[in-house]
């Protein structure tokens, strides 16, 4: 995982910013409970998703481990951010009536024991919500980057931690369903080829991270020989799912 703290000033500009945050929280909205409720942001970041979510009949907080990350989101959510580690969360059990997860499952090598904690510190019959598949996100279908890299990241698939099948599978074992579900775009965010090969070399593409060197060279050669090598193909599509008893 890269480091958080020396990233902190870096990450809103570079995980697409306002547009980014707004259609996020507008996508967690519409699984959010209706009326006044608490609602617990793990893995808050820098605050530019929780700010959003704030509103006069709710009690929002969030936690995040990262120092620097939260130095920024405690300016834009004032005394309403705690440090504190996921899988260990400093918050007592069957307390709050939601919990958000944006973008943290996918980097963590095992997601139970935060999906564990969250189910913890939600009251009976509250809702857990979190982005799964997150790096499928940019492959739509019909997108050339999609066909490239199609067969790398097949074979990654299964370790993929924030898949979706595993997190509703780890779900249904603890009696929790599919309650809802949704997406949000990553405004700004789409990839030329160019821009993969770049992030691709820069190490930040899991399933680039699990191949063997003569593949990625492979795929990078491939995403090389694509037309248009500037052009950005479409914005990813995150997903969201909202999990209840
Ligand atoms: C990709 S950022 C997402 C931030 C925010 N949710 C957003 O959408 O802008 C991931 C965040 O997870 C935090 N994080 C990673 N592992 C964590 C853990 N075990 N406990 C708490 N926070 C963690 C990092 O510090 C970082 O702020």
């Keep these: 995982m890269i480091d958080y703290d020396d990233e902190a000033r870096?990450?809103?500009a570079s995980r697409g910013g306002e547009p980014r945050a707004l259609a996020a929280a507008d996508a967690v909205e519409l699984l959010l409970p209706q009326g006044p409720c608490s609602?617990?942001?793990?893995?808050?970041?820098?605050?530019?998703?929780?700010?959003?979510?704030?509103?006069?009949?709710?009690?929002?907080?969030?936690?995040?481990?990262?120092?620097?990350?939260?130095?920024?989101a405690g300016q834009r959510v004032p005394?309403?951010?705690?440090?504190?580690?996921?899988?260990?969360?400093?918050?007592?059990s069957d307390g709050v009536d939601a919990v958000v997860i944006v973008w943290l499952l996918h980097l963590l090598p095992d997601p139970a024991s935060v999906l564990a904690e969250a189910a913890r510190v939600l009251r009976p019959g509250g809702v857990l919500i979190t982005t799964v598949d997150k790096d499928d996100a940019y492959f739509v279908e019909g997108s050339d980057i999609a066909q490239v890299t199609a067969e790398l990241r097949?074979?990654?698939a299964p370790r993929v931690p924030?898949?979706?099948?595993?997190?509703?599978?780890?779900?249904?074992?603890?009696?929790?369903?599919?309650?809802?579900?949704t997406e949000f775009p990553g405004t700004g965010q789409g990839r030329s080829p160019r821009r993969w090969r770049e992030v691709i070399a820069a190490g930040r593409i899991p399933w680039c991270a699990h191949a063997t060197e003569d593949q990625v060279a492979d795929v990078?050669?491939?995403?090389?020989?694509?037309p248009d090598q500037d052009a950005a193909r479409p914005d990813p599509l995150y997903r969201l799912v909202a999990l209840k008893a």
Excluded at 50 to 69: A, C, W
Excluded at 86 to 92: C, E
Excluded at 162 to 181: F, I, K, N, P
């Design 220 to 226: 990078c050669q491939r995403l090389a020989e694509l």
């Design 39 to 72: 609602i617990l942001d793990i893995a808050c970041g820098t605050g530019i998703v929780t700010r959003r979510l704030l509103s006069p009949e709710r009690m929002v907080v969030g936690v995040d481990r990262s120092p620097g990350m939260l130095g920024l």
């Design 162 to 181: 924030d898949g979706s099948a595993r997190v509703l599978g780890w779900a249904a074992e603890r009696g929790l369903g599919l309650a809802g579900q």
């Design 154 to 156: 097949r074979q990654y």
């Design 79 to 92: 005394g309403g951010v705690v440090r504190g580690d996921a899988t260990r969360l400093p918050f007592a």
């Design 10 to 12: 870096n990450y809103d």
